[in-house]
């Protein structure tokens, strides 16, 4: 029987789920969001 977590799931199927394992991963990961927005305009699938 499906968990109330798994149908919640069905909606969301891009999220993407990571284990941060050490103090690098960490900063790599946090540096990726903080600069990704500056990055947009150069996406392929950007549009305004």
């Given at each position: 029987m499906p968990t109330d977590w798994d149908l919640q799931m069905v909606?969301?199927?891009?999220?993407?789920?990571?284990i941060v394992r050490?103090?690098?991963?960490y900063q790599r990961i946090s540096d990726y969001i903080i600069s990704n927005p500056a990055h947009?305009?150069?996406d392929k699938f950007y549009t305004k």
């Open positions: 909606g969301m199927p891009c999220l993407y789920d990571d050490d103090d690098a991963e947009w305009k150069e």
